[in-house]
């Protein structure tokens, strides 16, 4: 990889984060044929708020990093999706969620990652669509509605279902889940928060999907969501919501995994043994976990590349959090960006 090549392998075996044989998942008979990145969670602490000069309450530091970083891949990924939690939120007052989601939107928009030509696709996590209620954080229909209003450019389908129907929405999700192709993959992009129905996703939609693009030849199934449905050590993730159904309609469809983020690590494993990956991209910015292993600690993206053999090879890069805060600039030559995991996550029958 071009950005990488100067200080991958030496500093990959230095820091003891992956072997020298891994430094390259391709090779001449077998080049990728396309990829694709996935991060999520840049909010700040609620303390590191400021309606001055953050509004957004992002960490631009760490999200402009990455955006520029995924341009600088040797391969130029096809899409970038961010899996929630982009901006602090918890906003009942639409006129300022309206506005701090313009901002974020803005902001990437004049990125290198799109003006290099990637497709940017946001997922709203539950920062964005909850607010402070009698019954504690819960999904809003007005922060649904303005994150699709606002939010529309960085939105890539609208196939979803409607209110209604077998998952008994109690609002219109057609642009909140959904699904598109990419090549040969198949992608179905969740919402983990349906008003009334938190920490669960519309899985009688998202299994008929599945099964759908399944028997229509999809080589590659990914799901994308906020919320993970299993957390590390059976931690977080969608305990108390639906999971069950939405593994089982994962693994009888051979998806190759289910991303997510809001705990605030890198992570991946797989819940039943040589199935569907569970992978936990949350480490785009806001602060790690307190029990984050040291491996661990470290900010970054996770780059997801198909190969012409139709191996599917996952990459986690990362960069130390920076010793002036988690917010501050980290300076390249200071915090180099290395590949920390790298795995091959192709489904095998």
């Known amino acids: 990889m071009k950005f990488f090549k100067s200080l991958g392998c030496a500093l990959i075996a230095a820091n003891l984060t992956l072997s020298l044989a891994s430094c390259s998942n391709k090779t001449a008979d ?16 609620k303390a590191d708020t400021n309606s001055a000069t953050n509004p957004a309450g992002a960490n631009w530091a760490q999200l402009d990093r990455t955006l520029e970083e995924v341009t600088k891949l040797d391969t130029k990924p096809s899409c970038i999706f961010f899996n ?9 007052d639409t006129t300022k969620l309206a506005k701090a989601f313009a901002i974020w939107r803005d902001h990437v928009e004049t990125s290198p990652a799109i003006k290099a030509g990637i497709k940017f696709v946001a997922i709203p996590g539950n920062h964005e669509t909850d607010v402070d209620s009698a019954d504690g954080k819960v999904a809003s229909r007005d922060a649904e509605r303005e ?13 979803g279902p409607h209110a209604g129907g077998p998952d008994s929405l109690t609002t219109d999700q057609s642009r909140l889940t959904y699904s598109f192709d990419l090549q040969d993959s198949h992608f179905v992009l969740m919402n983990t928060d349906p008003v009334g129905q938190d920490s669960k996703v519309p899985v009688h939609w998202i299994a008929d999907d599945l099964a759908k693009a399944h028997k229509n030849g999809a080589k590659h199934l990914f799901a994308i969501g906020h919320k993970p449905a299993f957390g590390p050590n059976g931690t977080m993730g969608m305990a108390g919501g639906n999971r069950t159904e939405l593994w089982d309609a994962l693994e009888a469809n051979q998806a190759e995994a289910m991303i997510g983020s809001h705990i605030h690590i890198y992570d991946r494993f797989q819940p039943h043994h040589a199935k569907t990956w569970m992978i936990i991209s949350g480490n785009g910015g806001t602060p790690l976990e307190k029990t984050v ?11 997801f ?6 191996k599917v090879i996952l990459k986690s890069y990362g960069r130390d959090v920076p010793s002036d805060g988690y917010a501050a600039t980290a300076p390249a030559d200071k915090y180099p960006t290395t590949v920390r995991d790298s795995l091959d996550i192709t489904w095998k029958d």
């Open 30 to 45: 077998d080049p990728v044929q396309y990829s694709f990145v996935v991060l999520g969670d840049c909010r700040v602490d």
């Open 84 to 92: 929630g939690d982009e901006i602090f939120g918890y906003e009942s």
């Open 147 to 159: 994150w699709i209003e606002t939010m529309t450019p960085l939105l890539n389908g609208n196939d």
């Open 293 to 303: 292993p040291a491996n661990k600690k470290y900010f970054g993206f996770t780059l």
């Open 305 to 310: 590349s198909v190969l012409k053999s139709g």
